[in-house]
C-alpha cells in the first residue's frame, strides 16, 4: 500500500499552489491512491533549500511516515541538478519512490529513472540561462546611464554610523 504525500511550491508568495494541488488530487482520484499529507511552500525559488513545508517532507520522510512523493512537476522540488540528484538518492536510499504527474516520471521503472536525470538537468540548464539574461540586461542597463536599485533620497547624503541604522536618522 502506498503511504503517498504530495508537495506543491510556488515562487511568488502572491501565487498559490491551488492549480498544482487540485491536479495531483485528481490524479490521485484516478489512480485510487489515498493522499496522507499535503506539503505547500508559496514565495519560495527552487533554488532555496531551505523552505518550510519541504522541510517539514525531509523530516517525515526521514521517519518513514511515507514510501511515495508525487509533485506536480519536477521543478516544483529544485532547479539545481546536485540538490535534485541528491534528493532523488536520499528516496532511494529511503525506498521512496517519486511521481512527477506531468512529466509522468515513476522512479519505480528505468524509464522513470532516466527521464529524472535528463529534466533535472534540464532545470539547472534553465536556472543557469534566467541568471545569464538577467546580468546581461542589467549590464546593458547600466552601460546605458540607467542606475540600479531605488532612487537616492534627500537622507542618503548623510553618512552611515558604524553603530548601525537606527543612528544614520538621528543627526
Not at 50 to 71: I, S, T, Y
Request: net charge positive; hydrophobic share 35%.
Amino acid at each position: 500500500m502506498r503511504e503517498l504525500v504530495i508537495y506543491c511550491r510556488t515562487s511568488l508568495a502572491e501565487q498559490n499552489t491551488d492549480t498544482q494541488r487540485l491536479a495531483l488530487r485528481n490524479y490521485c482520484q484516478q489512480m485510487g491512491y489515498q493522499i496522507k499529507e499535503e506539503y505547500l511552500d508559496s514565495g519560495f525559488s527552487g533554488s532555496d533549500i531551505k523552505r518550510p513545508a519541504f522541510e517539514r517532507l525531509l523530516n517525515d520522510m526521514r521517519e518513514k511516515k511515507f514510501n511515495c512523493l508525487l509533485v506536480w512537476k519536477i521543478d516544483r522540488v529544485g532547479r539545481s541538478l546536485q540538490h535534485l540528484l541528491s534528493f532523488l538518492q536520499e528516496l532511494r536510499n529511503r525506498t521512496v519512490d517519486f511521481i512527477s504527474m506531468t512529466e509522468m516520471i515513476d522512479t519505480t521503472t528505468p524509464h522513470g529513472e532516466l527521464i529524472w536525470s535528463v529534466l533535472g538537468a534540464v532545470a539547472q540548464y534553465e536556472r543557469s540561462i534566467l541568471i545569464s539574461r538577467t546580468k546581461a540586461g542589467m549590464d546593458r542597463a547600466r552601460a546605458e546611464g540607467k542606475q540600479m536599485g531605488r532612487p537616492k533620497g534627500k537622507k542618503d547624503s548623510i553618512p552611515r554610523q558604524k553603530e548601525g541604522y537606527f543612528r544614520r536618522w538621528a543627526k
